[in-house]
T-cell receptor, first 110, second 118 residues
Framework: GEDVEQSLFLSVREGDSSVINCTYTDSSSTYLYWYKQEPGAGLQLLTYIFSNMDMKQDQRLTVLLNKKDKHLSLRIADTQTGDSAIYFCAESKNTGKLIFGQGTTLQVKP | EAGVAQSPRYKIIEKRQSVAFWCNPISGHATLYWYQQILGQGPKLLIQFQNNGVVDDSQLPKDRFSAERLKGVDSTLKIQPAKLEDSAVYLC????????????????FGPGTRLTVL
């Protein structure tokens, strides 16, 4: 099936770490992605992870992948007010098609 | 490098009217996607082109939606006639590589067209 699930809302204080979680269903997905969407804007690719990897770090972003449980997480260290946005995880099909979750709204309080 | 361009940015129509959206992908990008994003949901793929051929249109409601990509560059998406449930943001994206190329498929998104059907 094609189903990607995310929690809908996360609120953190500026300077704290944020962890956004995602579960997916298709174990054949080669790459898994995290996109960011700011109000009135299109989606921006933040990072991706190859399905054979467990972890990927990119500056303040850390992606963890548990392939056995089909669980993906995005950790943002030292969260800033500019990180407030909707975050989407997505799995890819071999055609290039992306299946998106419903998005997690991250609210960062000063 | 110029990003993906879309127009119009906003459109308000009445049900049963027709509407068309336009997308200009990043120069040199072979693959073009149209997604529908209903409020509070993630984007859902409507149609995917590689050059001017259709790769996937399984989720396109073909009784009312049509899309074309003439000359493998710009694309238009049309809805005729529109229904209330078509109210959404229509996102166009493009990627350099196509299916089967290997490696991550980085898709670049335009700002979207927000459609309201009254």
């Amino acid at each position: 099936g094609e189903d990607v699930e995310q929690s809908l809302f996360l609120s953190v204080r500026e300077g704290d770490s944020s962890v956004i979680n995602c579960t997916y269903t298709d174990s054949s997905s080669t790459y898994l992605y995290w996109y960011k969407q700011e109000p009135g804007a299109g989606l921006q690719l933040l990072t991706y992870i190859f399905s054979n990897m467990d972890m990927k770090q990119d500056q303040r972003l850390t992606v963890l992948l548990n392939k056995k449980d089909k669980h993906l997480s995005l950790r943002i260290a030292d969260t800033q007010t500019g990180d407030s946005a909707i975050y989407f995880c997505a799995e890819s099909k071999n055609t290039g098609k992306l299946i998106f979750g419903q998005g997690t709204t991250l609210q960062v309080k000063p | 490098e110029a990003g993906v361009a879309q127009s119009p940015r906003y459109k308000i129509i009445e049900k049963r009217q027709s509407v068309a959206f336009w997308c200009n992908p990043i120069s040199g990008h072979a693959t073009l996607y149209w997604y529908q994003q209903i409020l509070g949901q993630g984007p859902k793929l409507l149609i995917q082109f590689q050059n001017n051929g259709v790769v996937d249109d399984s989720q396109l409601p073909k009784d009312r939606f049509s899309a074309e990509r003439l000359k493998g560059v710009d694309s238009t998406l049309k809805i005729q006639p529109a229904k209330l449930e078509d109210s959404a943001v229509y996102l166009c994206a493009s990627s350099l590589v196509g299916p089967g190329a290997g490696g991550p498929n980085e898709q670049f998104f335009g700002p979207g067209t927000r459609l309201t059907v009254l």
